[in-house]
């Protein structure tokens, strides 16, 4: 059975339109009311002037004051409805969108990796939130200002006729000369954006490389194009703005001179020379503020449409049924995975099995697969065809918020989150103490957590303290193992460790095979040779060996050719013999390093 997400952004939007209604509805009175300025003025000048009477000025001056206060609280209490709607949509999709945002990078295997949904959310609240969006409130008002031009004399109707159409010209043509250039310029700037966030990932080797001036003039370049495209349309937005404006001062001076020449031919009075030009301003003042506020319009309008492209691309996740905890037992059936993005398989058509409690270690040469492999095992990464099973179950078809605390994974590239030492290794669930201290145990690393300045509670990350590799690698190794989680996978526990660390991986994998957990174990370093149950050996995307350690380790050593080493020069007279060395290439079990 499948649903549709409940906080898609238009069922957001739904959701929120009784509001939008109530918005529309003062926006009828605020309107209404801001005939008063023009109304009291031509009272002012057919009354008061004509008549003298001071008390009918100071009743129409206490009448106008209250209805322009009533004005005011009408718009304020409309502004806060707004800012309310605002702050709702961003509960309502905040949760949505950052699970969307995590799936496209997850899809895309970290390459789209970016918080750009979450600041056009933002972006998108800010606007609803500002004054640009009641003008489109106050717009459907400029035909009832129109009429009432027309009630004052039909040359006032005809004139604003005329200026509203040249204004909403003026918009059109605006739109269609700035739209297509400012969203371009937004894509160029996010491009821009998420090229230097990379960049700044890898600082250190840019610094060490020598490589910032180079990278930096890539960037210049993408930054001169985005650069170029805003300024193209800002100067095209700021003309349209500013003829716009122009033009209605000019209309608004030409109605004064109108109306003066209908007064002295007596066919207005005195008091419509003024409030026609008046409420001429005011109905032409929504058109104004839209050019004006065009370009936050066109940025309001794709940050929508970009996150109704992320929300309606996420898939709607089936209901599932709760599994038991698992045992740990694995079976890869007909294998085959690319990566995300990519047709081109990665993993070619393998199939194995693992019992429970198995340890798995998996050797081969760079690019073999390994890596992609272990995104397999553990549903991150979805298969072209064949499944993997855990104790029976496709992968994917376990719920991974009650799957996760089962899995143990340690990437090659570790990445600790901010926060403290036991966040982390708790994976930032409530802190279990004893679970904690057991993980952290278990994985060798208590003591050395012990010396950081707060020992557990160490804040680590950009405002705490900074690890090095092999500090980093032994806590994510303590994080992988916290809570007894039944399936293991390890890609290169070792690559970061000195000597104290691999003794300690050594003995954190024997103490788990003794719980029954399940490892696969990628490595090429022979110092955890001996903790293997069994051993995989892939080339090209296949499994070439698998089966019981020392029979794939005999296979191998057949495979490998006798290494002769150079002999050392011998006494005038003496006879020399080739010395035959032993196979392989010392500490690494195979000749390799850490792949994908």
């Not at 009354?47 to 304020?76: D, N, P, Q």
């Not at 104790?391 to 918020?401: M, T, Y």
Request: net charge positive.
């Amino acid at each position: 059975m499948r649903s549709t997400p409940e906080n898609s952004l238009k069922h957001a939007l739904k959701t929120c339109r009784d509001s939008f209604v109530s918005v529309g509805f003062f926006s009828f009175f605020i309107n209404a009311l801001m005939l008063v300025p023009t109304f009291y003025m031509l009272q002012v000048y057919g009354r008061v002037m004509a008549s003298g009477s001071l008390t009918t000025l100071a009743m129409l001056t206490l009448i106008m004051t209250g209805l322009l206060i009533t004005l005011a609280s009408l718009e304020w209490v409309r502004s806060r409805i707004m800012i309310r709607v605002s702050t709702r949509l961003d509960v309502l999709l905040s949760r949505q969108v950052y699970k969307a945002s995590f799936k496209r990078a997850l899809e895309s295997g970290g390459m789209d990796a970016s918080a750009q949904s979450l600041n056009d959310l933002t972006g998108l609240r800010q606007f609803l939130s500002g004054n640009g969006l009641f003008a489109f409130f106050d717009a459907p008002w400029l035909p009832i200002y129109i009429a009432v031009m027309f009630a004052f004399h039909p040359w006032f109707g005809w004139v604003a006729t005329g200026s509203a159409v040249l204004l909403l010209l003026l918009a059109f043509i605006n739109e269609r000369l700035t739209g297509p250039v400012l969203a371009q310029a937004n894509k160029e700037h996010i491009g821009a954006t998420l090229y230097t966030t990379k960049n700044l990932r890898n600082a250190e080797v840019i610094e060490s490389m020598g490589m910032l001036e180079t990278l930096m003039d890539r960037w210049g370049r993408r930054q001169r194009s985005v650069l170029l495209l805003q300024s193209l349309a800002s100067d095209r937005a700021a003309l349209f703005s500013t003829l716009s404006r122009s033009f209605r001062l000019l209309v608004q001076s030409l109605v004064l001179g109108l109306g003066a020449y209908l007064a002295v031919d007596h066919q207005v009075g005195a008091g419509m020379v003024f409030a026609g030009a008046v409420l001429l301003g005011r109905a032409l003042a929504p058109i104004d503020l839209i050019i004006g506020g065009w370009k936050g319009f066109i940025a309001a309008r794709s940050q929508y449409s970009r996150l109704n492209d992320i929300l309606d691309k996420q898939q709607a996740q089936p209901e599932r049924l709760s599994l038991p905890a698992p045992q740990g037992h694995v079976q890869v059936e007909n294998l085959i995975v690319a990566a995300p993005g990519s047709k081109t398989p990665i993993i070619k058509n393998i199939s194995f099995s693992v019992p429970a409690g198995c340890v798995v270690g998996i050797i081969g040469p760079s690019a073999s697969g390994k890596s992609t492999l272990a995104r397999a095992l553990m549903g991150v990464w979805a298969p072209q065809q064949g499944v993997v099973r855990l104790d029976g179950a496709d992968i994917s078809a376990w719920d991974k918020q009650e799957l996760g605390p089962h899995i143990g994974y340690l990437p090659q590239d570790i990445e600790l989150f901010e926060g403290s030492v036991a966040e982390n290794i708790a994976r930032f669930a409530e802190v279990d103490s004893a679970k904690v201290i057991q993980a952290a145990r278990t994985a060798g690393v208590h003591e050395m957590i012990l010396l950081l300045p707060d020992g557990y509670d160490t804040i680590i990350g950009s405002e705490g303290v900074m690890l090095s590799g092999g500090q980093r690698q032994r806590i994510g190794l303590a994080r992988a193992l916290y809570g007894n989680p039944r399936l293991i996978i390890l890609d290169e526990p070792n690559s970061n460790l000195d000597d104290v660390g691999d003794r300690a991986l050594a003995a954190a994998i024997q103490q788990l095979k003794q719980t029954g957990a399940t490892l696969f174990v990628i490595t090429h370093r022979t110092n955890i040779v001996s903790q293997l149950d069994r051993l995989m050996v892939m080339r090209a995307g296949v499994i070439s060996l698998y089966g019981p350690r020392d029979h794939v380790l005999a296979e191998l050593n057949a495979q490998q050719p006798p290494v002769q080493k150079p002999a050392m020069p011998a006494p005038a007279g003496a006879s020399v013999a080739p010395v035959e060395t032993s196979k392989g290439n010392g500490n690494d079990l195979y000749d390799a390093q850490p792949s994908n």
